[in-house]
C-alpha cells in the first residue's frame, strides 16, 4: 500500500490531501492535526445567533481550482456571494472614514489626502525607477506615490492582508505583480490604463475581476465538506514531532518515518502543511539547515472580536453600507479595522441585529493579544467610539486570539524561500504547503495544493 502523509488540517493541508485521493482513490492517504479541531485559522461558530468567523471571511470567486473544489464537494448550492455594497471600503482619516476611490481622479476628490499628497500622487508617472531589488512595500510606494499616499492607502491595505508593517515586508513576496506592472508599464497609472483597455476588450459588460464568497454557514463549510469526504483518515490530536529519512534499498527511492507520540508511519512521501515554525521544529533533526531557515519567517500575531449590537446602536455610513474600513497606523486608534459583516453577508445576526469584526494586534501591535477580554474589549471600544461612534454596549461579545497569526514576508523572504526549496529538493518526496511561503490566501492555498497533488503522483512509486 503506498502511503502520504500530511501533517497538519487546515485549509493547505486537507485540500491537498483531498487532491491526492482524487487522483487514486487506492492511494492511503493519513492527515495529522495537532489541534482538537480542523481548519486551522479559518474556524466559523454559530452563538447566540451570530455567525462568528476567527480567520477568512471567505474567497475571490475567480480562482479555477477553488471553483474546481468546491464544485467536486457539491458546495455549489451553499454558496454565498457577498452582498453588492461590500464593495464599497473605507479609511478612517483625521476624525472621519472616507469611501476608497475607485479611480485616480475619484482619489484627487476625496478627503484622504492633503492638497501636497494629492498633487504628489498625481507625479506617479515621473517618479524614479528602482534601485532596489528587494524593497519594501512602503519604500515602492513612497517612491511611486509619495510618502502621505504610501501610510494612508498602501499603510491601511497592508494591515488589513496581512496584519504587517509595510515598511517591513516586502514588495517582491507581498505584491509580485505591482512590481511586474511597474516593471512593464514604467507607471502604476498606466499600468492601470492598460489593465482596464485590457479588460473591456475581453468582457466589454466590465465584470469584476473576483467577488469576494464564502458559505451560507461560513467558511467552515468548506473545512467540514472536506474533511466528510477523507472520513477516517483525519486525526486531530496527533501531532507530528518528527521525521526520519529511510533509504531503504532496492527501492530507487526514499521513504520516512513519521513520529507522533502514539505511533510512528512509514510514508512514501510527507507533505507539511502547518505554519513554518512547526514545520522547522518536524524536520530539526532530518534537516537542520533547513530547519533554521523555516524558522526565518515570522508571523503577526492577532485578535479577532465579534460585536453584538442592535441595529440602532450602529448608525454611520448610510445604515452600515460597506465593506468595512481600515485605519492607518498613524491614526489615534489602536485597532487595524472593522468589517461591517451583517452589511457583507446576510443572515449573520439575529434580527434587528447587526455584527462587527475587529481586528487588533499585528505586527505593529504585538502585545495586543497579551491582554485579557476586559482590556481587548476596552479597547476595542474605545476606537469604535472614535471611528464610527459607537458608544453603545455590545450585547454580544466573541474573542479568538491567533498566536501564530498571519505570516510575515519581510524584505529577503524571497531569498529565504529559494534556500528552503533547495533543502527541500535534497529529500525526494518531501514537501511544504500552506500560507507560510507565498500567499496567505484561501485561493493561493488550494491552487499549490493541487500542484503538491501532482507532484506527489509523479514522483510516486508505482502501485
Known sequence: MRRVVVAGAGIAGLSTAWMLKARDPRLEVVVLESANRTGGNIGTQRIEGYLCESGPDGFLDNAPATLALVRA????????????????????RKGL????????LGIVRSGLL???????????????RRQDDDESIHRFAERRIGSEAATVLVGSMVSGIFAGDSR???????????????????????????????????????????????????????????????????RTTSPVVGIHRRDALGRGRASYHVITPDET?????????GPSSATSRIVRQLDPELSVRLAQIDTAPLAVVSLG?????????????????????DESV???????????????????KVLLRVMIGGACDRGA?????????????????????????????????????????????????????ERIGRHSGLHVAGNSYRSPSVNACIAEGRRIADDVMTQMPAG
Open 168 to 234: 517591513a515586508l516586502s514588495l517582491r513576496a507581498c505584491f509580485p505583480r505591482m512590481r511586474q506592472l511597474e516593471d512593464q508599464h514604467g507607471s502604476l497609472f498606466r499600468a492601470l490604463l492598460a489593465t482596464r483597455r485590457m479588460r473591456a476588450k475581453n468582457d466589454p459588460a466590465g465584470a469584476p475581476a473576483g467577488r469576494l464568497t464564502s458559505f451560507v454557514g461560513g467558511m467552515s463549510d468548506l473545512i467540514d465538506a472536506l474533511c466528510a469526504r477523507l472520513g477516517s483518515a483525519v
Open 73 to 92: 464537494l457539491d458546495l455549489d448550492r451553499r454558496l454565498q456571494p457577498s452582498h453588492d455594497t461590500a464593495r464599497r471600503r473605507f479609511i478612517f
Open 309 to 329: 449590537y442592535d441595529a440602532r446602536a450602529v448608525k454611520v455610513c448610510e445604515g452600515l453600507r460597506g465593506f468595512g474600513f481600515l485605519a492607518p497606523r
Open 369 to 421: 493579544v497579551a491582554l485579557d477580554d476586559d482590556q481587548l474589549l476596552e479597547a476595542v471600544r474605545h476606537d469604535l467610539a472614535s471611528t464610527m461612534g459607537v458608544i453603545a454596549a455590545p450585547e454580544f461579545v466573541h474573542i479568538v486570539r491567533h498566536s501564530v497569526g498571519i505570516p510575515q514576508y519581510v524584505t529577503g523572504h524571497a531569498s529565504v524561500l529559494g534556500q528552503i526549496d
Open 114 to 128: 492633503t492638497p501636497g499628497g494629492k498633487l504628489r500622487l498625481a507625479l506617479e508617472p515621473f517618479a524614479a
Open 265 to 273: 508511519l512509514e510514508a512514501d512521501a510527507v507533505v507539511l502543511a
Open 334 to 352: 489602536r485597532i487595524l479595522g472593522t468589517l461591517w459583516e451583517t452589511s457583507i453577508y446576510p443572515d449573520r445576526a439575529p434580527e434587528g
Open 97 to 104: 472614514l472616507h469611501e476608497v476611490p475607485v479611480s485616480p
